[in-house]
């Protein structure tokens, strides 16, 4: 899953990117709202954690400037202000949730899952296609109910195509959840993990779409 991270405090926002990369998220972390407001116009990210207090451009307005341009990206505000009217002022510009500094990161992480959750619309923690099982809280995949060990980006992989369900993922939106700026891709990197899923799932559980990319399908 790509995330967005906007976060000006340099130590908060290295811990939250190091623990959400080793929860297996392809984190991009910037510090400013502007950075932020280019980066949400130019990419598309499975969910943004949002500070409010910001350099620049302050969170509420890059928030109310994001729903008003129609893009629905799931927004978790964070801030150190827990104001009953913050809060408020940050749910009515269009937040999805909100988190108060200090937190938890095993709470950020839960409140994240949940958003997603919702986001694909199955409200589920198992994602499930055929006999492929993943449960995003433990991460662990499952075939024909045995555990199946998966890389990290085979995880990011399956993560990204079971809750699209079985709408076509273009090879760049794949690469995309599976890698954040500055990571090298390596060359056919999608190609390569389809091919590592196939093996471990079945040959037909992933559909190639020519021209289109990919799916979860039985043909
Ligand atoms: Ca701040």
């Known amino acids: 899953?790509?995330?967005?991270?906007v976060e000006d405090d340099a130590l908060l926002g290295d811990g939250i990117q190091a623990g959400l990369r080793l929860a297996g998220y392809a984190v991009d972390w910037v510090r400013d709202g502007a950075a932020a407001a280019l980066a949400l116009r130019n990419e598309r990210y499975a969910v943004c954690v949002l500070d409010l207090g910001l350099p620049q451009l302050?969170?509420?307005?890059?928030?109310?400037q994001l729903r008003s341009r129609g893009d629905h990206t799931p927004v978790l505000v964070l801030s150190a202000r827990d104001t009953r009217e913050d809060k408020v002022q940050g749910l009515d510009a269009g937040a999805d949730d909100y988190l108060s500094k200090p937190f938890?990161?095993?709470?950020?992480?839960?409140r994240l899952r949940a958003l997603l959750r919702r986001a694909s619309g199955s409200g589920e923690a198992v994602l499930r296609f055929g006999e492929v099982t993943l449960d995003t809280v433990t991460?662990?995949?499952y075939?024909?109910?045995?555990?199946v060990a998966?890389?990290?980006?085979?995880?990011?992989?399956l993560h990204d195509l079971l809750s699209h369900n079985q709408s076509i993922r273009?090879?760049?939106e794949l690469e995309q959840?599976?890698?954040?700026?500055?990571?090298?891709?390596?060359?056919?990197?999608?190609?390569?993990?389809?091919?590592?899923?196939?093996?471990?799932?079945?040959?037909?559980?992933i559909k190639t779409v020519r021209g289109l990319g990919y799916s979860l399908g039985t043909e």
């Open 1 to 5: 899953m790509r995330l967005l991270l």
């Open 177 to 205: 959840s599976m890698y954040a700026w500055g990571e090298e891709v390596e060359s056919n990197a999608v190609e390569v993990y389809i091919h590592h899923l196939r093996k471990k799932f079945g040959a037909h559980f």
């Open 58 to 64: 302050d969170g509420l307005t890059l928030l109310r």
């Open 150 to 157: 998966l890389s990290g980006r085979e995880h990011a992989l």
């Open 170 to 172: 273009s090879r760049s």
């Open 143 to 147: 075939f024909k109910a045995a555990p």
């Open 104 to 110: 938890d990161l095993p709470e950020l992480q839960a």
């Open 139 to 141: 991460r662990r995949a």
